[in-house]
């Protein structure tokens, strides 16, 4: 019976982790009472196991630093560098785009509508505007009817303070009453 367990590392080894099947187990005990040799061998494995254990739990297997790489001086001054120049391209484009102001006269009569280049905002004179009446309510649509803006003009001259893409625009002057006294037109092209 001694010789039935004596060559298995790996039947100790299931036996100190409490692996070995049940059906082996009164069988490896008995042996174990007998046999010195096979005692020693399941102590050195005893051994190795709890050091192993004892070494997971102080030392444990560190977490990749996937991002530890920014850290570094020269990668995030790299970084930052490429940031602000990204925004300084926006910033500037967004400006060349757009002219700070553009001004237009307007008349009420079907035609050739005056237009300009794009603007931050538009400085608008209705030349035809009733002179009486005022102030007004204005509305600047877009060529579906979409409202884009609306303001008070006290007279004939006011600024629409809003950013229009190219297009076809509309300029309606409704009196206090609700009614529109006049409807203008402009492009705004690109």
Not at 45 to 72: Q, Y
């Amino acid at each position: 019976m001694e010789n039935d367990f004596h060559g298995t590392d790996d039947r100790l080894e299931q036996y100190a982790l409490g692996r070995l099947p049940d059906f082996d187990v009164p069988l490896l005990e008995q042996h174990l009472t007998i046999c010195a040799a096979c005692r020693e061998r399941l102590d050195g494995i005893e051994n190795f196991a709890m050091g192993m254990k004892e070494a997971l739990n102080t030392n444990p297997r560190p977490r990749p630093d996937w991002f530890g790489w920014l850290r570094r001086p020269v990668v995030s001054m790299g970084l930052t560098f490429a940031a602000l120049v990204v925004l300084a391209g926006i910033f500037s484009n967004a400006g060349m785009k757009f002219a700070p102001t553009a001004s237009l006269q307007l008349t009420a009569m079907r035609g050739e509508m005056p237009s300009t280049l794009p603007a931050r905002e538009f400085d608008l004179s209705l030349v035809d505007a009733p002179r009486e009446g005022g102030p007004f309510r204005v509305e600047v649509v877009n060529a579906s009817g979409v409202r884009m803006w609306s303001g008070l003009a006290a007279d004939e001259h006011f600024k629409v303070q809003q950013r229009l893409g190219p297009g076809d625009y509309f300029v309606r002057l409704y009196a206090a009453s609700g009614k529109m006294l006049r409807e203008y037109g402009f492009r705004i092209r690109m």
